[in-house]
């Protein structure tokens, strides 16, 4: 079992979220579980978020995952609630150091009838093993799971039109 704690600075508009918290993950043979607790602050703004991901590794240079967060967003005494999930792949091209990923996320925010959707596609380079090796290493602990930093640069981006 592996746990970790971290501090992050997230581009949220014009300001900057600061985040901090902590991470915990176990392994199984062909799969690993990943949790979440942490609080964020930008201007006003309190986010706590507690999230989970599942991955499994069909081949140890394919890995699938769905990932689930509830989220609490507090600002000025009014708070709202922000569900966040997702799914997404990697697979790792011949065991060499690159990868191609990609995914699909939503923001859920039922007190505005808003959903944000996310998808992305990319490349990643990473040396030394495959990818259930690095997930194994703790590595991929650093991967977002269920946050909010987009929808929060959203709201900024629309509260300063």
């Not at 709202?80 to 859920?108: C, L, M």
């Amino acid at each position: 079992m592996l746990f970790r704690s971290f501090v992050a600075a997230s581009d949220a508009g014009s300001d900057t979220l600061w985040t901090v918290g902590a991470q915990v993950q176990k392994d199984f043979a062909k799969a690993g579980l990943t949790g979440v607790v942490s609080y964020g602050n930008v201007e006003d703004l309190d986010i706590w978020t507690v999230g989970g991901e599942g991955a499994y590794f069909v081949l140890p240079t394919l890995r699938l995952n769905a990932n689930f967060a509830y989220n609490n967003l507090e600002a000025g005494g009014d708070d709202v609630d922000v569900y966040t999930y997702g799914v997404g792949g990697e697979y790792q091209i011949n065991n060499s150091p690159v990868s191609v990923y990609g995914g699909w996320d939503r923001a859920s925010m039922d007190d505005f009838d808003l959903d944000i959707d996310t998808f992305s596609l990319g490349l990643r380079f990473t040396f030394g093993g495959t990818l259930q090796e690095r997930d194994r290493s703790g590595a991929d602990l650093g991967r977002k799971i269920g946050g909010v930093a987009g929808a929060v640069a959203f709201i900024d981006g629309v509260s300063s039109l």
